[in-house]
T-cell receptor, first 112, second 113 residues
């Protein structure tokens, strides 16, 4: 069965530090991959997505993610985080049907 | 763009009472609709999804049911709530499958006492 693993449940960084959140998935076929973000008090919203083409995907607010098929990974990165990036981040997998499988989420806290 | 409304925002119910959570969508037609439960540290658990009026797929057998009486209305129900039904329930819509983004509502926080 398909699954998504996010290795870090909580991450604490200082402003200007670099960020990398891990995401690995379990599925042998073609995948569509997403990162969603939930800022405090706000709805879940899309950060970026990959479905074909360049494996390095750029999203909103300076975030990017790289799809590495051989590693079944889709890690999220940002070179320099800001206090406003404090949020919960979810990696998600879609395999061609109508269902999206979400990871457990990573809570990021950025210290000002 | 799509807007998803959910109500109520917060609900406190006794064990054994019925439940009805409503989700309505604006700004799109014939969407795929989803109910998720979000638990701390466990991500989003897909409960039900619907690709059309009257079409419901259940992902997790449990105490809940869903219905889609209209194209842009999705209802989550229970005849008798359990303590374990407490949680944060999210409704989402998607215009198609595959690469389409899911848009989420504000959620309903349910506490069963």
């Amino acid at each position: 069965a398909q699954s998504v693993s996010q290795h870090n449940h909580h991450v604490i960084l200082s402003e200007a530090a670099s960020l990398e959140l891990g995401c690995n998935y379990s599925y042998g076929g073609t995948v569509n991959l997403f990162w969603y973000v939930q800022y405090p008090g706000q709805h879940l919203q899309l950060l970026l997505k990959y479905f074909s083409g360049d494996p390095l995907v750029k999203g909103i607010k300076g975030f990017e993610a790289e799809f590495i098929k051989s590693k079944f990974s889709f890690n999220l990165r940002k070179p320099s985080v800001q206090w406003s990036d404090t949020a919960e981040y979810f990696c998600a997998l879609e395999t061609g049907g109508f269902k999206t499988i979400f990871g457990a989420g990573t809570r990021l806290f950025v210290k000002a | 763009s799509q807007t998803i409304h959910q109500w109520p925002a917060t609900l406190v119910q006794p064990v054994g009472s019925p439940l009805s959570l409503e989700c309505t969508v604006e700004g799109t037609s014939n969407p795929n609709l989803y109910w998720y439960r979000q638990a701390a540290g466990r991500g989003l658990q897909l409960l039900f999804y619907s690709v059309g009026i009257g079409q419901i797929s259940s992902e997790v057998p449990q105490n809940l049911s869903a219905s889609r009486p209209q194209d842009r209305q999705f209802i989550l129900s229970s005849k008798k709530l359990l303590l374990s039904d407490s949680g944060f329930y999210l409704c989402a819509c998607q215009r198609g499958g595959g690469t389409e983004t899911q848009y989420f509502g504000p959620g309903t926080r349910l506490l069963v006492l």
